[in-house]
């Protein structure tokens, strides 16, 4: 089995958040990689790039560091994993979400 690093040097990228969900997901099963540190990739690629592409306006990065905090503590205790765990979502704000702002975009016609 590869390590997190070799996974993504094999896959030609530089960050865990580059990794395909599906080799991340496996990467965390196995331990080779913190959920965590996935978050933590994918929270800075959007402070980096995230105003240029206003992609996701609503953002609470405390609550994605305690959800993979949550995450890593599953994966230590070793529970049975569903197939996402760990891994970074994101949700259209079309519905009303506790402590977010939901815009509730529409297409202008």
Do not use: Y
């Amino acid at each position: 089995m590869l390590s997190a690093t070799a996974a993504i040097a094999k896959a030609r990228m530089s960050e865990p958040c580059d990794l395909p969900a599906v080799e991340a997901r496996r990467l965390i099963g196995q331990h080779w990689l913190a959920a965590s540190e996935l978050q933590e990739s994918r929270v800075a690629r959007m402070k980096a790039v995230g105003h240029r592409v206003n992609a996701i306006r609503a953002r609470d990065f405390s609550s994605v560091r305690a959800t993979a905090k949550r995450a890593g503590a599953a994966v230590t205790r070793g529970k049975s994993l569903p197939a996402l765990h760990g891994l970074p979502i994101g949700i259209e704000d079309l519905e009303d979400t506790a402590g977010l702002r939901v815009t509730r975009l529409r297409l202008r016609t």
